[in-house]
C-alpha cells in the first residue's frame, strides 16, 4: 500500500513570512512528485514538480527532495493571504499510470 | 483550449436514481481519470483509462462504471445512487507516461438524499 502522509493542519503563518510544507511517501521507487494548490471550492492545480534530489525554485516556491530520507517538501517565501489554500502532496512511482495523493495540508496566511 | 470540463456542475439525485458524468479534454491526452473527493479522505482514484479503449478500477470503483468513448471524452455513471456516494467528483488527465502532470476539470457536486 503506498502511501503520502501529509500534516492535515491548519498552518497558520504570518503574511511575509516562510511557509513551510512537508510530505513524507513509502514507496522507495518513487519518481515523480508533484505539489497541488486547491482553493475552498476549486479544483487543484499544479504549483511544482520535481524529479531529482535536492532544490528546484520557481518564483517564491520552493520544492526539496530527499530520496533516501523520503519527504518532499513546498517552501513559500513572502507568504500572501492569497496564497491560503490547501495544498496536496502527490507521488508516482516510475512506469505507474496512477499517482498517489495526500490528504493535504491547509494553509492560513494572515495579514 | 478549454481544458478539462465537466457537467454537470452540480447535481441532487434521489437514493436509487441513475445518472451520468461527462468529462471531456481538449489537450489531446492519453490519460483519463475519476476522483472523488470528501472531507478529510483526499482525493480518492475511481477508476482510470490510461489510454483509449482500456479502462482499470482504481481504489473505489464499487458503484461506479466507466465508458472511454474516445480519446476525448470519458463519463462515469453511477447506477443506483446512494447517499454515500455524495461528494465532489473531478476528472483529470495527463499524456500518460512517467513524471505526467494531471490537469483537473472544475468538478461536479453530488447530493444523493
Given amino acids: 500500500q503506498k502511501e503520502v502522509e501529509q500534516n492535515s493542519g491548519p498552518l497558520s503563518v504570518p503574511e511575509g513570512a516562510i511557509a513551510s510544507l512537508n510530505c513524507t511517501y513509502s514507496d522507495r521507487g518513487s519518481q515523480s512528485f508533484f505539489w497541488y494548490r486547491q482553493y ?6 499544479l504549483i511544482m514538480f520535481i524529479y531529482s534530489n535536492g532544490d528546484k525554485e520557481d518564483g517564491r516556491f520552493t520544492a526539496q527532495l530527499n530520496k533516501a530520507s523520503q519527504y518532499v ?3 513559500i517565501r513572502d507568504s500572501q493571504p492569497s496564497d491560503s489554500a490547501t495544498y496536496l502532496c502527490a ?14 495540508t491547509s494553509l492560513i496566511v494572515h495579514p | 483550449n478549454a481544458g478539462v470540463t465537466q457537467t454537470p456542475k452540480f447535481q441532487v439525485l434521489k437514493t436509487g436514481q441513475s445518472m ?18 470528501d472531507p478529510g479522505m483526499g482525493l480518492r482514484l475511481i477508476y482510470y483509462s490510461a489510454s483509449e479503449g482500456t479502462t482499470d478500477k482504481g481504489e473505489v470503483p464499487n458503484g461506479y462504471n ?15 445512487a446512494a447517499p454515500s456516494q455524495t461528494s465532489v467528483y473531478f476528472c483529470a488527465s495527463t499524456t500518460g507516461g512517467d513524471g505526467e502532470t494531471q490537469y483537473f476539470g472544475p468538478g461536479t457536486r453530488l447530493l444523493v438524499l
Fill in chain 1, 40 to 45: 475552498s471550492g476549486k479544483s487543484p492545480e
Fill in chain 1, 91 to 104: 507521488v508516482k512511482s516510475g512506469g505507474s499510470y496512477i499517482p498517489t495523493f495526500g490528504r493535504g
Fill in chain 2, 20 to 37: 451520468t458524468l461527462q468529462c471531456a479534454q481538449d489537450m489531446n491526452h492519453n490519460s483519463m481519470y475519476w476522483y472523488r473527493q
Fill in chain 1, 73 to 75: 517538501s513546498l517552501l
Fill in chain 2, 66 to 80: 466507466v465508458s472511454r468513448l474516445n480519446k476525448r471524452e470519458f463519463s462515469l455513471r453511477l447506477e443506483s
